[in-house]
């Protein structure tokens, strides 16, 4: 499996060979440098920790940095692991990955932070259609309702999982299969059809697809 970490620039569109428009999500892919590599002997078990966007030292900790130090890199602002099968020999302390990885594949996986909404009620955080807007409703037209059951039933408290209001958005979403539209190896961009999770420079893990190639 190929990956990268990146950060999305935005949106834009490009055209197909028969002139149709496809919207794609600008990603700034790499480079990324390998911090280290673990193995099943050391570790237990096998990976790849990579790191993307150097960040000063005096916004870094010193365990950081000199964890970036011992693979000859400078301090990195977004670090990931990608688990291998097995160990691997691919990969190398310092060695340096880009968009060319990317060069045989067709689809991808995108792992990235969705917007943070903050507080929502029901109306935005789950699609309620609230209540009517006739006569006798007042100011009670994005109420959920009633939460409960009703007494004498299968209890009175109010069910796990019932939907209500609450933390909407900042959490982690997968975009998965998504076409690969163009590797510009150039200027480090991956151009995906479709949204991305995220705002933009929200950072992002870019890899092969799982369940399509």
């Known amino acids: 499996m190929t990956m990268l970490l990146g950060k999305k620039v935005g949106m834009t569109r490009v055209y197909d060979d028969n ?23 050391t570790d237990g078990y096998a990976a790849v920790q990579m790191g993307y966007d150097d960040v000063k030292k005096s916004r870094q900790q010193k365990p950081a940095i000199g964890h970036c130090k ?12 990608m688990r291998l099968s097995e160990d691997s020999d691919q990969y190398a302390p310092g060695q340096k990955l880009t968009v ?7 689809y991808v996986d995108v792992v990235g932070t969705s917007k943070g909404k903050g507080y929502a009620g029901v109306v935005k955080r789950h699609g309620f259609k609230g209540q009517l807007a006739s006569h006798g409703v007042e100011r009670k037209h994005r109420s959920p309702g009633s939460i409960s059951v009703a007494p004498g039933a299968d209890g009175r408290s109010i069910k796990k999982g019932k939907k209500m209001a609450g933390h ?7 975009s998965r299969n998504l076409d690969l539209v163009e590797v510009d ?29």
């Open 168 to 174: 909407l958005g900042c959490v982690r979403c997968t």
């Open 185 to 213: 190896t150039e200027n480090n961009l991956l151009l995906v059809a479709g949204a991305v999770p995220g705002p933009r420079n929200g950072y992002v893990v870019i890899s092969s697809a799982r369940t399509k190639s």
């Open 70 to 81: 011992a693979a000859e890199a400078k301090p990195k602002r977004f670090v990931r692991e």
């Open 100 to 106: 060319e990885s990317f060069a045989d594949v067709k």
């Open 19 to 41: 002139g149709t428009i496809v919207p794609v999500t600008v990603i700034q892919a790499g480079p990324c440098a390998v911090l280290q590599v673990k193995t099943v002997e």
